[in-house]
């Protein structure tokens, strides 16, 4: 799955490549989160919009 991830960062946002990383270290970054966003919620986490403002966070960084 990461090398899928990170073909498609390359094709078609390689803004979220941060310079200086793979796309791959993008990937793993993105796929990261989004294990732990599915964790939280699973777990009765926080509220669609913490999560929406995690989500914004872990994508901001990768734009930094």
Do not use: D, F, H, K
């Amino acid at each position: 799955m990461t090398a899928a991830l990170a073909a498609l960062l390359e094709r078609v946002l390689p803004e979220l490549v941060p310079p200086g990383a793979s796309a791959e270290q993008a990937a793993e970054v993105i796929l990261a989160a989004r294990e732990g966003l599915l964790a939280r919620t699973a777990a009765g986490g926080p509220s669609s919009e913490q999560l929406l403002n995690a989500t914004t966070a872990v994508l901001a960084g990768l734009l930094g």
